[in-house]
């Protein structure tokens, strides 16, 4: 059964950054994708960042592009989502979630693991 385990959350200051990590297991192949999505309240879950495991290809959402990196360790199943120059509406519940190719669409088939708290102060 695939699990992932999302953290790293908590409080940032405008400007600041934050790292998300995801530890995922339970794969039965080492072709799947990787994908970070995000929900503020009272707002429809969004596709933020995907990265594919078997060549590391990423993908990013236009929202975060050039703001957040996403990478992996591959040896440990760890995917990290690293948040640089944090704005107010960067702050949701953030999920990793696996699926069998990357694409940044909530409705596509995503096994979604539970969600990280980001609160971003102004």
């Known amino acids: 059964e695939v699990q992932l385990q999302a953290s790293g959350g908590g409080l940032a200051q405008a400007g600041g950054s934050l790292r998300l990590s995801c530890a995922a297991s339970?794969?039965?192949?080492?072709?799947?994708?990787i994908g970070w999505f995000r929900q503020a309240p009272g707002k429809e879950r969004e596709g933020v960042s995907c990265?594919?495991?078997?060549?590391?290809?990423?993908y990013y959402s236009d929202s975060v592009k050039g703001q957040f990196t996403i990478s992996r360790d591959k040896g440990k199943r760890m995917v990290y989502l690293q948040m640089s120059s944090l704005k107010s509406e960067d702050a949701a519940v953030y999920y990793c979630?696996?699926?069998?190719?990357?694409?940044?669409?909530?409705?596509?088939?995503?096994?979604w693991g539970q969600g990280t708290l980001v609160t971003v102060s102004s």
């Open positions: 990265i594919s495991s078997s060549d590391g290809s990423t």
């Open positions: 339970g794969f039965t192949s080492d072709d799947y994708a």
């Open positions: 979630a696996a699926g069998g190719k990357c694409e940044l669409s909530p409705s596509a088939p995503w096994h």
